[in-house]
């Protein structure tokens, strides 16, 4: 069963563009939310993450809108940059599980064109 | 510090060869992950130990054999792997308590030959 569906799979914008990806989940036990930005051959890099009582987190470029009551999320990637170019993955943390575990979304390709 | 290190980098290995995958941190945290990850997919829980004991396992195949000899260090012991297993192998670590951030290493590319 996938807990947390991302979309779109992938996505091409010009630079300077905005990047939205989205997510939804499931699991109403979820309590944290984390986006992870991975290149080719690298591991995943946590980029900006979202607790349930917040409904929008900035950093720098890159915000998180929370929807809690449609368990919904978005990563929006502002003046989008040619090496922002990689693959995202939403997640979702369960504390109910040992060890809190993470659920994934099935990742989206971000192309950026210069 | 949120630095996971991962040895060796890359790694080939025979069907007949045993292999072991070292992941460190020095966060203290006290949970820590194996993942396996395929190419175009999001990583695959594979075991998590919490406070150095096996807490779950993702009813992996026994020729993947994991080891937490402390709190900083995770092992991924190999043997008798087949070419299907060919991945990048993930380690990452957490701290306990609410919500709290999961950093991932680099990853162990290993090709099964």
């Known amino acids: 069963q996938q807990q947390v569906k991302q979309s779109p799979q992938s996505l091409i914008v010009q630079k300077g563009g905005i990047s939205i990806i989205n997510c939804a989940y499931e699991n109403t036990a979820f309590d944290y939310f984390p986006w992870y930005q991975q290149f080719p051959g690298k591991g995943p890099a946590l980029l900006i993450a979202i607790r349930p009582d917040v409904s929008e987190k900035k950093e720098g470029r890159f915000t998180i809108s929370f929807n809690k009551s449609a368990k919904q999320f978005s990563l929006h990637i502002m003046d989008s940059q040619p090496g922002d170019s990689a693959t995202y993955f939403c997640a979702a943390s369960d504390p109910t599980t040992s060890g809190s575990r993470l659920t994934f979304g099935e990742g989206t390709q971000l192309t950026v064109n210069p | 510090d949120t630095e996971v290190t991962q040895t060796p980098k890359h790694l080939v290995m025979g069907m007949t060869n045993k292999k072991s995958l070292k992941c460190e941190q020095h966060?203290?945290?006290?949970?820590m992950y194996w993942y396996k990850q395929k190419a175009k997919k999001p990583p695959e829980l594979m075991f998590v130990?919490?406070?150095?004991?096996?807490?779950i396992n993702e009813s992996v195949p026994s020729r993947f054999s994991p080891e937490c000899p402390n709190s900083s260090l995770l092992n991924l012991h190999l043997h008798a792997l087949q070419p299907e297993d060919s991945a990048l192998y993930l380690c990452?670590?957490?701290?306990?308590?609410?919500?709290?951030?999961?950093?991932f290493g680099q990853g162990t590319r290993l090709t099964v030959v």
């Open positions: 966060m203290g945290h006290r949970a």
């Open positions: 990452a670590s957490r701290g306990q308590g609410m919500a709290t951030e999961a950093f």
């Open positions: 130990y919490s406070y150095e004991k096996l807490s």
